[in-house]
C-alpha cells in the first residue's frame, strides 16, 4: 500500500475493497452518488504519465463472490471515459437485455485512450503506452475495484471506429487474454486516422506494419486469434475499408465474421449494433 493510500480512513474511496491495489492512487465513485449501475474509477499509471479514467456498468445482480465476464468497450476519436454510456446508453440496454435473461451479467469497462491528441490510437507512441493501459491497468483497476470482477473473469475486446482498430488489433495481439473480439465502423489501418485527427501520422511513429494495419496484424498472430466480429454500416465512409479488409481475410483464411446493416458513422448506429457484438461473446461463455 502506498504512503497516501495508508494516510486515508478505511471506506475512503482510495481503498478498493481493502485490498492491496498495484497503483499509486486509484480512486472509485461513492455508491451513494452513482446512478444507472454506472460507476467510475481514476488510476494514476507511468503508461499514462498521470491519471486515467474508467466507467464500468456493474450489474445490480451481481455478488462479491461471482465471476463475471468483462467486456472492455473503446471509444472512438474525441471521445473519452463516459462517450459509450452517455452517448449511446449501452448500460441501460445491456441491464434490461440482462433482466429479461437475453444477455447474462456482464461488466462492461469503458476506459478513455488516454485523452492524448484528437485520438491515441491505442497505441505504443509519443513515450506513452497506450496499448498496456488497456491490457494491463484498465484490468486490474477493474479486477481490484468491481465485485465480480476476477483475475477468471473472461475478458472480451470491442470498440467503435478508432476503438474498433483498437480492439480488433489488441485482441489479436494479446490473443492468449481474450475470449473474443469485435469492432464497429472500425479504422482498418492506421493511415486512415488522418480522415479525423489533426495530429501527424508520425506522431504515432515508430510504429511496424504489424501495429499499423490490421490485416498485417491478423497475419503475424494468426495462431493465437480469438473469434472475431466486424460490421459496418452501408452509409458509413469506412465501409469501403471493412470489405477490402473482409475480402482479404478471405482470401488468407482467416476465419471472421463481417456483417453490414443500413447506418454511417454514428451513435444511432453503434447504440443499436454493439448489442450484437455482446450477443457474439455471450454466446462464447
Not at 501495429?211 to 498472430?221: I, P, V
Request: glycine residues 8%; proline residues 5%; hydrophobic residues 35%.
Amino acid at each position: 500500500m502506498t504512503f497516501l493510500q495508508a494516510e486515508m480512513p478505511k471506506g475512503s474511496s482510495y481503498l478498493t475493497n481493502n485490498k492491496m491495489s498495484r497503483f499509486r492512487t486509484i480512486e472509485i465513485s461513492n455508491p451513494q452518488y452513482e446512478s444507472n449501475n454506472l460507476r467510475f474509477i481514476t488510476v494514476k499509471t507511468p503508461n499514462l504519465k498521470g491519471r486515467g479514467d474508467i466507467c464500468v456498468f456493474v450489474p445490480p445482480q451481481v455478488q462479491k463472490t461471482d465471476v463475471v465476464p468483462i467486456v472492455i468497450l473503446l471509444h472512438g476519436v474525441y471521445g473519452s471515459a463516459w462517450s459509450w454510456a452517455y452517448s449511446s446508453g449501452v448500460h441501460l440496454k445491456v441491464n434490461e437485455l440482462i433482466k429479461q435473461g437475453i444477455l447474462p451479467p456482464m461488466i462492461i469497462a469503458m476506459p478513455s485512450d488516454g485523452l492524448w491528441g484528437d485520438g491515441s490510437g491505442y497505441l505504443q507512441h509519443s513515450g506513452y503506452d497506450f496499448e498496456k493501459w488497456i491490457t494491463e491497468d484498465v484490468i486490474d483497476a477493474v479486477i481490484e475495484s468491481i465485485d465480480g470482477a476476477d483475475v477468471e473473469s473472461p475478458l472480451f475486446i470491442s470498440g467503435l471506429s478508432m476503438g474498433g482498430f483498437g480492439a480488433l488489433r489488441i485482441g489479436a495481439k494479446y490473443g492468449q487474454k481474450f475470449r473474443a473480439m469485435s469492432g464497429l465502423s472500425s479504422i482498418t489501418s492506421l493511415p486512415q486516422m488522418k480522415l479525423f485527427v489533426e495530429e501527424s501520422l508520425k506522431s504515432y511513429l515508430p510504429l511496424n506494419i504489424v501495429d499499423e494495419d490490421l490485416l498485417a496484424t491478423f497475419k503475424h498472430y494468426r495462431h493465437q486469434l480469438p473469434p472475431m466480429r466486424f460490421d459496418c454500416g452501408t452509409h458509413d465512409l469506412m465501409i469501403s475499408y471493412n470489405r477490402n479488409l473482409h475480402q482479404k481475410m478471405e482470401k488468407e483464411g482467416i476465419l471472421h465474421t463481417y456483417e453490414e446493416y443500413s447506418g454511417g458513422h454514428e451513435w444511432p448506429y453503434w447504440s443499436e449494433h454493439i448489442i450484437d457484438s455482446l450477443n457474439f461473446f455471450a454466446e462464447r461463455l
